[in-house]
């Protein structure tokens, strides 16, 4: 595919879902099974309206069915399935209509909240529908009345979805075959987002009322020094405003935010995604809570020029007005957060640093921490009955 997007001013690829390489290889299928014609290449038309022609590979016929497979090609986005042989096969069936399921390597459903039911293949809601409108394409072609039959498979999946979150959000044996758009646009923060969403919807799902969001590694090691396990925490990345938003929508009953000061008190300033490139107000906003609380104009001065806020913590504390700056902070970013949910959930704060450990917390947070984590070892003791339960 030589496709290619501007993002932050490089010239990057695009490349193409595995639900763009499942509807491909099921199209070019069913097309040589329909019409005993040789394909090579196949064009499809991706649901975002790019059209792309890909090349075939280890086509297989015999007289019921025809397989053959589409490499996948993530273009410059870092993706552990890029290289992959992403298979169809496709057969005949006396009923009509186009019924999709997946074999080796595709991985099935065991938990709630996901796009599909626990048991079945995960291929989503949306390469479904692409795999289904091709084929109907290639049946009204080849004026063929009948039913097909489709099976994904890709024979690595199993030992690639070990490297991906697979297994942790409930899906066992292989890859997703996934895609909204068709198409990879590399790094996409989306893709990022919708993983998030995925994941607080299977918690949700699981039954769990609260949620515990932390942006990212420093966040996870200071929760397992509080005495939870990391687990019990959803990485939020930099883009703790969607977390939080996406927690509201899906009905949390209340939500605690544990984080690292560098990242929590751009929330202050309502900056709700924190990452550098959309800004870095850290200073001018500790500075500013400084001056609420009687800073003189030169050890402002100071607070501006530090380069990390533990060392603007460190003046702070010189100055003696360390926990009044910090509390100060701390209502700012509970009023801008609460603004956020819309009051639809109860929302709590703890921010830290690694060189000061705990600065400050909302009222709230202590007792949310507590529900959180008796919440979490009721569903780890239901996961440990679920797994002693004899099976048949």
Request: proline share 2%.
């Given at each position: ?62 007289e019921n069915a025809v397989s053959c497979a589409v ?322």
């Amino acid at each position: 595919m030589k496709e290619y997007i501007n993002k932050d001013g490089k010239r990057l690829r695009l490349g193409y879902t595995t639900g763009t390489c499942a509807a491909a290889a099921s199209k070019a299928a069913a097309w040589m099974l329909l019409t005993g014609k040789p394909l090579r290449r196949i064009g499809v038309l991706t649901p975002g309206g790019m059209d792309v022609s890909l090349e075939l590979k280890d086509i297989q016929t015999d007289e019921n069915a025809v397989s053959c497979a589409v490499i996948k090609d993530s273009g410059d986005d870092p993706d552990v399935t890029n290289g992959m042989y992403i298979y169809a096969r496709v057969s005949r069936t006396d009923e009509p209509g186009v019924t999709i399921d997946g074999g080796q390597g595709i991985g099935r459903v065991t938990k709630r909240g996901l796009d599909r039911s626990v048991g079945e293949a995960a291929i989503n809601t949306g390469p479904r529908r692409q795999i289904k409108e091709n084929l109907i394409e290639v049946c009204r072609a080849a004026d063929y009345g009948g039913g097909l039959s489709v099976v994904i498979y890709a024979p690595e999946g199993e030992a690639v979805s070990k490297k991906t979150l697979n297994s942790r959000l409930g899906i066992e044996g292989g890859i997703s075959i996934l895609g909204t758009t068709g198409i990879v646009e590399p790094m996409s923060e989306q893709a990022l987002i919708e993983t998030i969403r995925l994941e607080l919807t299977q918690r949700r799902e699981s039954g769990r009322k609260y949620v515990l969001l932390t942006p990212g590694n420093y966040g996870l090691e200071y929760i397992e020094s509080l005495g939870a396990d990391k687990s019990t925490a959803q990485v939020t990345s930099n883009f703790i405003g969607d977390s939080i938003d996406m927690a509201a929508e899906l009905h949390f009953r209340g939500m605690l935010l544990i984080g690292h000061m560098g990242k929590l008190v751009k929330l202050a300033g309502g900056m709700f995604n924190t990452h550098s490139k959309y800004g870095d107000c850290r200073m001018e906003i500790i500075a500013a809570h400084a001056a609420a609380q009687g800073m003189s104009g030169g050890d402002i001065g100071r607070i501006l020029s530090c380069a990390t806020c533990d060392a603007a913590v460190d003046v702070l504390k010189e100055k003696g007005i360390c926990e009044k700056t910090l509390f100060s902070i701390m209502r700012s970013i509970e009023k801008n957060i609460n603004a956020r949910t819309g009051g639809k959930m109860s929302a709590g704060v703890i921010m830290f640093s690694r060189q000061h450990g705990h600065l400050c917390e909302t009222k709230n947070a202590k007792e949310l921490f507590s529900m959180i984590v008796k919440e979490q070892k009721k569903w780890f003791i239901s996961l440990e009955r679920e797994a002693a339960r004899p099976t048949l």
